[in-house]
């Protein structure tokens, strides 16, 4: 029975893949949505991390990590509910 349940979620997952699929892949328009949106959260979480990544090459981390921290909360708040969601998982 167990083996039953796991082949059946696989087939679950599979067809949701390729509605999903066939969903972005539709129009131009929504698979250039979904595109932009990547480039959205890449660009993002990019500038956010080489921000970082300045404050401790100039030796400034300790004392901008308040104000890295409202920032990175601003930032999960603009890209939307799963981000939030990540944030309040990787804070406890």
Known sequence: MPGTVRVRFDVWCSLLNEQVRQKVLESPR???SVMS???EIITSLGFFWA???YD???GR???MVPWRAEQLRN???NLGPSFIKA???TTN
Request: a negative charge.
């Open 56 to 58: 401790c090459l100039i």
């Open 37 to 39: 949106r990547g480039v």
């Open 87 to 89: 944030g309040q998982v």
């Open 61 to 63: 981390g300790e004392e």
């Open 75 to 77: 930032l999960l708040c």
């Open 51 to 53: 921000t970082l990544s």
């Open 30 to 32: 929504a698979f250039f």
